[in-house]
């Protein structure tokens, strides 16, 4: 005895093809996110642009980013070191405006942080920004990547043959072959960066 | 193509649309969470980020005065350690100085001004203003001031020494009172008295632990809690260790064993109270032997007359030869030094006991020298004694406060509803003060029958300075600053006191806007004296030299020719100590002792220090009894048995702790747990000693004879289980401690092999 279940598919073929579109809708969802939306490089409260400071302007990153040589984070430039400079310079730009305006507020620049690593790993600028490290070659660009070209900072990491990956976050390979690279003392060693 | 129905087509679309809207919103929810990163708007001077910024300042845990340097970053307090240059504490600190940071960061902490809206008691309180709560104490406290009725006002506070104790004096002065108080359960009047008799000195001296090679110290838990552990362990080490081809004897003297027993060479029990005759056969020894030779001998022949070494040995219960080998080892091995409090001091013969022991280094020669006892000067600022009322002082407070004679009381700190006996009645006699203003950071015992709470900086985030006492031979101060910002809206002790004083127009005696002020005026003064080893022209740069150090010292030895007054040798005894309680219904004789790690009951609301095993006990969290294996098998108990014990003066009940090195007739707690109130982590843990305590004094001090109350001790046939940390205190076969005799020791030394370490 034959027993066909062609008919109960028939049956079921409008709630599949419903099914089928709300899937496919899905994965166009995900990928029009991940495409056009990526979060790699928000909005930031001031249109600030590495390009025209660190590119056109020259001002070298620990200008601003002071604490990098002696802390474990690089800082933020206070509101005042930006005044500092545009009480004087492009003062009639309406981004300029904003920051001043923070600036009379007393307010601090809510900025989003974009390079990010995770609670359990445990790095220090200092180390990094060292003339040791400096003779070694690495810079600031080695790891947040082309910032003076970028008017909008963005997420950049770097493939195994050093070209700039963008949108992509950090991982451990990064560490790990540069770490190799530079025969790292202890440098790949687990408590090394997971203490 | 199909033909499609539009109702199908449009059953797609919708599909199709919520599907990307959900994709959409899948990948947005999975992303990584937006961070800001803020900085500052002005760049601080005084910290960068995310490095660690280290202030000195000083630890008010407890009366010692240690040096402490404070890890801060961004502006928060992270750690505390020793301040190496501070002489007191050389970049050492207990586990209560440790836990500092839970003091300052405590959930219970009182947040703001409160006023009690309930009954006393009730715990009903309502958020006011400071102008609110300062303006209604000072309004009754000037209505009190006008109708010349000053002196009813009270200023009840812990100890406090530096600017703060001066303020205090003149504020309570100005109202026109006498009644300030500094009440502290455990400040060594007895200590104070002793030397002020022997010396002539109103203060402590210096005791030189760490040149020592000979200590006998009569019931002072040095390492534990006595006075200044911090510096006593640095000298014990030292003593022990520093020295290459020297190694400090130390020998203890006392009823049960504390942490200086268990550290010492030689543990001797003496029965409780006996210590002074102990020390006195000592001095007999020493004097019919001959090593005295001084041109008082005869004097002294002729007091110790009663004191010989067979007749005391029977009242001590410690053997004859016994007492005849400290006598010979103390007088031979020079430097030596005998110290006495704690226990030995908390008797009804205490300050005889002290009086003796002081005796002791006075026939040795051990006065004045390295590795004795060095007399302090002068201290640079005012120090605490003065002002600190015994247990018979704060009985004729409780006996004004009942009589009506107490209008306002302003509590600072202290908490006497805990830290005195329930005989006393204080508890009771507050309720016929019809103004009691609490200043204290938490919500203790006493500040929970406040009317008004004023609460107070913590010392992280307040001005003050301190004079240690004792002092290390030579005048120290130091300067407490604030090493973070204020968490909650409370404000500093001298901040409070100067509101209230501008508030009654005591401009020109207390004429400082602050107590930062008050702190910088007085420390210009010492700059303006000279000495110490800080010597700049300008007061700016001796100000900022001081709280970049932390300390100011000025390291002179002073010349010290001391001479015996003859009358002293004279009133030289020790009489039998007497007990509260008849021996027949109370056969044991209570021994409270200051926990090591909550102290007087202060830290109970740390739970660092919760959780820190007792060093002896290794018991966490809660009281237990200390009992001699002999009396816990005789009364039929073991171990977590639980017992009451009862003084003529009230009942608690804790679990057995069976403790091998305690005396049969003795039974030992710490003092510390027991809280009513005082936050989440002291409330309802343990029980308090201090509540039983017989109101026995010394007659001298009338200071509380709190090792003299007798106790029963009656199981109830319940058990409890303690939480330690330790396991079995015996080997039990398991070849734990594996042990070798001398000749085994040195047969196994030629046979082993010797290696080389590579180079």
């Given at each position: 005895m034959n027993v066909s279940i062609v008919p109960g598919l028939r049956a079921l073929r409008p709630a599949a093809l419903v099914g089928g579109t709300l899937f496919l809708g899905l994965l166009v969802g995900y990928w029009a996110n991940a495409t056009w939306y990526p979060g790699t490089s928000p909005e930031q409260p001031i249109e600030f642009s590495h390009r025209i400071h660190a590119g056109e302007n020259e001002i070298p990153c620990m200008y601003c980013h002071t604490q990098a040589r002696r802390s474990i984070s690089a800082g933020v430039p206070s509101v005042s070191k930006c005044v500092g400079c545009h009480k004087e310079i492009a003062t009639e730009r309406p981004q300029i405006r904003k920051l001043m305006s923070y600036w009379q507020n007393e307010e601090p620049i809510p900025w989003i942080k974009v390079h990010d690593l995770p609670d359990f790993v445990h790095f220090t600028h200092k180390r990094h920004v060292s003339a040791y490290a400096r003779a070694a070659g690495i810079e600031c660009q080695t790891c947040h990547g082309p910032v003076e070209t970028m008017d909008r900072i963005r997420v950049t990491s770097r493939a195994i043959d050093g070209s700039f990956q963008l949108d992509t976050p950090w991982e451990m390979g990064l560490c790990l072959n540069c770490h190799r690279q530079h025969q790292v003392e202890h440098g790949t060693d687990c408590w090394t960066c997971h203490k | 193509m199909p033909n499609i129905e539009r109702r199908d087509f449009l059953k797609l679309v919708g599909a199709g649309s919520v599907g990307v809207g959900a994709g959409f919103y899948l990948r947005e929810s999975i992303k990584h969470p937006m961070e800001h990163l803020i900085p500052h708007v002005v760049a601080p001077e005084d910290f960068s980020t995310g490095i660690d910024t280290w202030y000195n300042t000083v630890c008010s845990m407890c009366a010692a005065g240690c040096g402490i340097s404070v890890r801060t970053r961004e502006g928060r307090v992270k750690k505390i350690e020793g301040n190496p240059s501070h002489p007191v504490s050389q970049g050492r600190l207990c586990a209560l100085g440790q836990a500092g940071p839970q003091v300052l960061y405590n959930p219970d902490r009182l947040t703001g001004p409160l006023m009690q809206t309930g009954e006393r008691g009730s715990g009903a309180f309502a958020q006011i203003t400071w102008d609110e709560g300062l303006s209604k104490v000072a309004d009754r406290l000037d209505l009190l001031r006008a109708a010349e009725r000053g002196n009813r006002v009270c200023l009840l506070s812990q100890g406090v020494r530096g600017h703060l104790a001066q303020l205090f004096e003149r504020f309570v002065d100005q109202l026109g009172s006498e009644r300030l108080l500094h009440y502290d359960f455990d400040h060594p009047h007895t200590l104070y008295a002793a030397n002020q008799r022997f010396f002539g000195e109103q203060r402590l001296p210096y005791y030189d632990l760490k040149n020592t090679r000979y200590l006998l110290s009569f019931g002072a838990d040095y390492l534990g809690s006595w006075i200044s552990p911090v510096h006593h362990s640095l000298g014990f080490g030292h003593s022990r260790q520093g020295r290459p081809d020297v190694r400090g004897r130390f020998v203890q003297i006392e009823p049960r064993m504390s942490l200086s027993g268990a550290a010492a060479d030689e543990w001797i029990a003496a029965r409780p109270g006996t210590e002074g005759l102990l020390a006195l056969a000592v001095a007999h020894h020493i004097l019919s032997k001959g090593y005295y030779q001084g041109a008082d001998r005869a004097d002294w022949i002729a007091v110790l007359a009663g004191y010989t070494t067979t007749e005391v040995a029977a009242q001590t219960g410690v053997p004859a030869e016994t007492i005849v080998r400290l006598a010979d080892a103390f007088a031979q091995t020079q430097p030596s030094l005998a110290i006495g409090g704690g226990s030995a001091g908390n008797h009804s013969n205490g300050v005889d006991t002290l009086v003796a022991v002081n005796a002791l280094n006075y026939l040795v020669g051990n006065l004045g020298k390295a590795g004795g006892l060095v007399f302090n000067p002068e201290p640079a600022g005012p120090t605490t004694h003065p002002h600190q009322a015994s247990y018979r002082t704060m009985l004729e407070f409780v006996e004004d406060a009942r009589r009506g004679n107490i209008e306002v009381l302003i509590v600072n700190g202290t908490n006497p509803v805990f830290t005195?006996?329930?005989?006393?009645g204080f508890a009771e006699a507050?309720?016929?003060?019809?103004l009691i203003v609490s200043l204290s950071s938490f919500l203790d015992e006493t500040t929970a029958l406040a009317d008004v709470i004023l609460p107070s900086h913590t010392y992280l985030e307040s001005w003050g300075d301190d004079f240690p006492?004792?002092?290390?031979?030579f005048p120290v101060g130091a300067v407490s600053q604030p090493v973070a910002s204020p968490l909650y809206d409370t404000r500093a002790t001298g901040d409070i006191i100067l509101g209230l004083a501008q508030r009654l127009d005591m401009n020109d005696v207390l004429p400082w806007s602050s107590m930062e002020d008050c702190i910088k005026d007085g420390w210009r003064q010492i700059h303006e004296r000279g000495g110490g080893d800080v010597r700049t022209e300008s007061f700016e740069s001796f100000w900022r030299a001081v709280l970049t150090a932390g300390v100011w010292g000025e390291e002179t030895h002073r010349e010290s020719t001391f001479t015996l007054d003859k009358s002293v040798i004279a009133g030289i005894g020790v009489q039998a100590p007497e007990f509260s309680g008849a021996s027949d219904d109370y056969p044991f004789i209570l021994h409270p002792y200051l926990s090591t790690t909550l102290h007087d009951g202060r830290a109970a609301n740390l739970p660092w220090l919760q959780e820190l095993?007792?060093?002896?006990?290794?018991?966490?969290?809660g009281s237990w009894v200390e009992m001699n294996p002999v009396t816990a098998k005789g009364l039929g108990l073991t171990e977590g048995d639980l017992v009451d014990i009862e003084s003529p003066h009230g009942r608690i009940r804790a679990p057995v702790y069976v403790y091998p090195a305690i005396m049969p007739d003795v039974i030992a707690m710490p003092i510390g747990q027991g809280h009513a109130e005082y936050g989440r982590y002291a409330r309802n843990r343990g029980v308090n000693p201090i509540e039983i305590l017989s109101p026995q004094m010394e007659p001298q001090t009338g200071s509380l004879a709190s090792s003299a109350t007798r106790v029963k001790i009656t199981a109830t046939g319940r058990r409890a289980e303690l939480v330690k940390?330790?396991?079995?205190?015996?080997d039990l076969g398991r070849n734990i401690v594996q042990t070798t005799g001398a000749g085994q020791h040195s047969a196994n030394l030629n046979s082993i092999p010797i290696t080389v370490i590579p180079s």
């Amino acid at each position: 005895m034959n027993v066909s279940i062609v008919p109960g598919l028939r049956a079921l073929r409008p709630a599949a093809l419903v099914g089928g579109t709300l899937f496919l809708g899905l994965l166009v969802g995900y990928w029009a996110n991940a495409t056009w939306y990526p979060g790699t490089s928000p909005e930031q409260p001031i249109e600030f642009s590495h390009r025209i400071h660190a590119g056109e302007n020259e001002i070298p990153c620990m200008y601003c980013h002071t604490q990098a040589r002696r802390s474990i984070s690089a800082g933020v430039p206070s509101v005042s070191k930006c005044v500092g400079c545009h009480k004087e310079i492009a003062t009639e730009r309406p981004q300029i405006r904003k920051l001043m305006s923070y600036w009379q507020n007393e307010e601090p620049i809510p900025w989003i942080k974009v390079h990010d690593l995770p609670d359990f790993v445990h790095f220090t600028h200092k180390r990094h920004v060292s003339a040791y490290a400096r003779a070694a070659g690495i810079e600031c660009q080695t790891c947040h990547g082309p910032v003076e070209t970028m008017d909008r900072i963005r997420v950049t990491s770097r493939a195994i043959d050093g070209s700039f990956q963008l949108d992509t976050p950090w991982e451990m390979g990064l560490c790990l072959n540069c770490h190799r690279q530079h025969q790292v003392e202890h440098g790949t060693d687990c408590w090394t960066c997971h203490k | 193509m199909p033909n499609i129905e539009r109702r199908d087509f449009l059953k797609l679309v919708g599909a199709g649309s919520v599907g990307v809207g959900a994709g959409f919103y899948l990948r947005e929810s999975i992303k990584h969470p937006m961070e800001h990163l803020i900085p500052h708007v002005v760049a601080p001077e005084d910290f960068s980020t995310g490095i660690d910024t280290w202030y000195n300042t000083v630890c008010s845990m407890c009366a010692a005065g240690c040096g402490i340097s404070v890890r801060t970053r961004e502006g928060r307090v992270k750690k505390i350690e020793g301040n190496p240059s501070h002489p007191v504490s050389q970049g050492r600190l207990c586990a209560l100085g440790q836990a500092g940071p839970q003091v300052l960061y405590n959930p219970d902490r009182l947040t703001g001004p409160l006023m009690q809206t309930g009954e006393r008691g009730s715990g009903a309180f309502a958020q006011i203003t400071w102008d609110e709560g300062l303006s209604k104490v000072a309004d009754r406290l000037d209505l009190l001031r006008a109708a010349e009725r000053g002196n009813r006002v009270c200023l009840l506070s812990q100890g406090v020494r530096g600017h703060l104790a001066q303020l205090f004096e003149r504020f309570v002065d100005q109202l026109g009172s006498e009644r300030l108080l500094h009440y502290d359960f455990d400040h060594p009047h007895t200590l104070y008295a002793a030397n002020q008799r022997f010396f002539g000195e109103q203060r402590l001296p210096y005791y030189d632990l760490k040149n020592t090679r000979y200590l006998l110290s009569f019931g002072a838990d040095y390492l534990g809690s006595w006075i200044s552990p911090v510096h006593h362990s640095l000298g014990f080490g030292h003593s022990r260790q520093g020295r290459p081809d020297v190694r400090g004897r130390f020998v203890q003297i006392e009823p049960r064993m504390s942490l200086s027993g268990a550290a010492a060479d030689e543990w001797i029990a003496a029965r409780p109270g006996t210590e002074g005759l102990l020390a006195l056969a000592v001095a007999h020894h020493i004097l019919s032997k001959g090593y005295y030779q001084g041109a008082d001998r005869a004097d002294w022949i002729a007091v110790l007359a009663g004191y010989t070494t067979t007749e005391v040995a029977a009242q001590t219960g410690v053997p004859a030869e016994t007492i005849v080998r400290l006598a010979d080892a103390f007088a031979q091995t020079q430097p030596s030094l005998a110290i006495g409090g704690g226990s030995a001091g908390n008797h009804s013969n205490g300050v005889d006991t002290l009086v003796a022991v002081n005796a002791l280094n006075y026939l040795v020669g051990n006065l004045g020298k390295a590795g004795g006892l060095v007399f302090n000067p002068e201290p640079a600022g005012p120090t605490t004694h003065p002002h600190q009322a015994s247990y018979r002082t704060m009985l004729e407070f409780v006996e004004d406060a009942r009589r009506g004679n107490i209008e306002v009381l302003i509590v600072n700190g202290t908490n006497p509803v805990f830290t005195l006996p329930s005989a006393a009645g204080f508890a009771e006699a507050l309720a016929e003060i019809p103004l009691i203003v609490s200043l204290s950071s938490f919500l203790d015992e006493t500040t929970a029958l406040a009317d008004v709470i004023l609460p107070s900086h913590t010392y992280l985030e307040s001005w003050g300075d301190d004079f240690p006492e004792p002092g290390v031979g030579f005048p120290v101060g130091a300067v407490s600053q604030p090493v973070a910002s204020p968490l909650y809206d409370t404000r500093a002790t001298g901040d409070i006191i100067l509101g209230l004083a501008q508030r009654l127009d005591m401009n020109d005696v207390l004429p400082w806007s602050s107590m930062e002020d008050c702190i910088k005026d007085g420390w210009r003064q010492i700059h303006e004296r000279g000495g110490g080893d800080v010597r700049t022209e300008s007061f700016e740069s001796f100000w900022r030299a001081v709280l970049t150090a932390g300390v100011w010292g000025e390291e002179t030895h002073r010349e010290s020719t001391f001479t015996l007054d003859k009358s002293v040798i004279a009133g030289i005894g020790v009489q039998a100590p007497e007990f509260s309680g008849a021996s027949d219904d109370y056969p044991f004789i209570l021994h409270p002792y200051l926990s090591t790690t909550l102290h007087d009951g202060r830290a109970a609301n740390l739970p660092w220090l919760q959780e820190l095993p007792d060093p002896m006990t290794s018991v966490v969290y809660g009281s237990w009894v200390e009992m001699n294996p002999v009396t816990a098998k005789g009364l039929g108990l073991t171990e977590g048995d639980l017992v009451d014990i009862e003084s003529p003066h009230g009942r608690i009940r804790a679990p057995v702790y069976v403790y091998p090195a305690i005396m049969p007739d003795v039974i030992a707690m710490p003092i510390g747990q027991g809280h009513a109130e005082y936050g989440r982590y002291a409330r309802n843990r343990g029980v308090n000693p201090i509540e039983i305590l017989s109101p026995q004094m010394e007659p001298q001090t009338g200071s509380l004879a709190s090792s003299a109350t007798r106790v029963k001790i009656t199981a109830t046939g319940r058990r409890a289980e303690l939480v330690k940390t330790g396991g079995n205190s015996r080997d039990l076969g398991r070849n734990i401690v594996q042990t070798t005799g001398a000749g085994q020791h040195s047969a196994n030394l030629n046979s082993i092999p010797i290696t080389v370490i590579p180079s």
